[in-house]
């Protein structure tokens, strides 16, 4: 089963700026569509962004648009979250997962947990002063 881990998380300041990394262990990411997820202290776990198997579609949820950019490198090894202009609403643990065959990152639609087949483990941002 693929296997994915998060880094990149940290402490920072408002206004700062993060890049978050998912690979996945023994495997490339290339034909799998990725998104990031992420739960603030008791609440749900919320769809940020996803990223089509070719990188042609990516979705942001209207929190994080215009500040977030979802990212594949070349190689298809990783995926990156770079998260800038930070802000304390944005702390919360960041989790990537990988879409299931329904799952289609669309643009337009928030990734649902339902639809996600493998989970890392998670990163925790802090954004605060």
């Known amino acids: 089963q693929l296997q994915l881990v998060e880094s990149g998380g940290g402490l920072v300041q408002p206004g700062g700026s993060l890049r978050l990394s998912c690979a996945a262990s023994?495997?490339?990411?290339?034909?799998?569509?990725i998104a990031w997820f992420r739960q603030a202290p008791e609440k749900e776990r919320e769809g940020v962004s996803c990223?089509?198997?070719?990188?042609?579609?990516?979705y942001y949820a209207d929190s994080v648009k215009g500040r977030f950019t979802i990212s594949r490198d070349s190689a298809k090894t990783t995926v990156y979250l770079q998260m800038n202009n930070l802000k304390p609403e944005d702390t919360a643990v960041y989790y990537c997962?990988?879409?299931?065959?329904?799952?289609?990152?669309?643009?337009?639609?928030?990734?649902?947990?339902?639809?996600?087949?493998?989970w890392g483990k998670g990163t925790l941002v802090t954004v605060s002063s």
């Open positions: 023994g495997f490339t990411l290339g034909s799998y569509k």
């Open positions: 997962a990988a879409g299931d065959a329904y799952f289609t990152c669309t643009g337009r639609t928030a990734p649902s947990t339902y639809r996600m087949t493998s």
């Open positions: 990223i089509s198997s070719n990188g042609g579609s990516t």
